[in-house]
């Protein structure tokens, strides 16, 4: 089970996440996450703190949101990875490839500094 | 206790027989994650048990197209956590796969080999057999 909720932060999204993101929960959070790219947010936040688990199919819609967010010069970061989840990230050698902050508003300013300074 | 005092050897082995449905296979190693949990095995350890198992089953269902159930089974031993996941799918020893490359940007990622890769990091052994057209794996798991 994985419940998905939205919390506007202008000019960006916070992504508040609650449950597991499993085989069966990642295909629902691609459809969110690729709906919100076509709704133009500057940029994403992922709060992850009520994610007690990742599995690589997790992994995956991230890494497919990181290079979508390339593509599409967006802004994309997660916060509050819980220690198991962080340590799945980092086994996967995919800490390098995104920003990760302890709480979201360190997250969106960190991001809007990004864009103001590009 | 029974009142007769004849204390019977308690065995922790759970056991469940998952069908081939990727919704099975993750309510199985989430099962599992918790009923380690539930016993007093350290949140690492019942962490780890619980990613092997869903990456192990979703793996085999999606690749090796195993006729029937598979077989998990977990067991708490003194220093770790034994689990064995058995199944009558295409041949596959997952302590062969090679690490798949890391690179660090996204875009020359390929998605695949990711689990299993992650799974040999977090545990501390894999043994595979293949007999009697099964795929037999003993995953341990330190506690």
């Excluded at chain 2, 050897?9 to 998952?18: F, G, P, Y």
């Excluded at chain 2, 077989?71 to 799918?89: A, F, M, Q, Y």
């Excluded at chain 2, 940007?105 to 545990?123: C, F, K, S, T, Y």
């Amino acid at each position: 089970m994985l419940e998905i909720t939205h919390k506007p932060e202008s000019p960006g999204i916070t992504i508040i996440l609650k449950g597991h993101l499993d085989a069966v929960t990642a295909p629902q959070l691609e459809k969110q996450l690729d709906d919100l790219f076509r709704a133009e947010h500057a940029h994403i936040v992922v709060d992850l703190g009520c994610v007690a688990f990742v599995a690589s199919a997790g992994l995956r819609v991230f890494l497919a949101c990181a290079k979508k967010a390339r593509r599409a010069q967006r802004g994309l970061a997660l916060c509050r990875l819980q220690p198991q989840v962080q340590q799945v990230f980092e086994l996967a050698g995919m800490t390098p490839l995104f920003l990760i902050h302890l709480a979201p508003e360190n997250a969106h300013a960190a991001l809007r500094q990004r864009s103001a300074a590009a | 206790m029974n009142p007769t005092g004849d204390c019977k050897e308690q065995t922790l082995v759970w056991q469940r027989d998952v069908p081939n449905r990727i919704e099975d296979a993750t309510a199985a190693a989430a099962a599992a994650g918790h009923h380690l949990r539930r016993q007093g095995v350290a949140g690492t350890a019942a962490h780890a048990a619980h990613f092997a198992i869903e990456e192990m089953l979703t793996n085999t269902i999606k690749y090796g197209h195993p006729a029937h159930p598979s077989r998990l089974s977990v067991e708490i031993v003194p220093d770790s956590v034994v689990v064995r996941i058995e199944d009558d799918g295409q041949e596959f020893d997952p302590s062969k796969s090679p690490a798949p490359p890391l690179p660090a940007n996204p875009d020359e990622r390929a998605p695949g080999g990711l689990g299993i890769h992650i799974v040999r990091q977090m545990i501390s052994s894999i043994a595979y057999t293949r007999r009697d057209g099964r795929n037999h794996l003993v995953l341990t798991i330190a506690r």
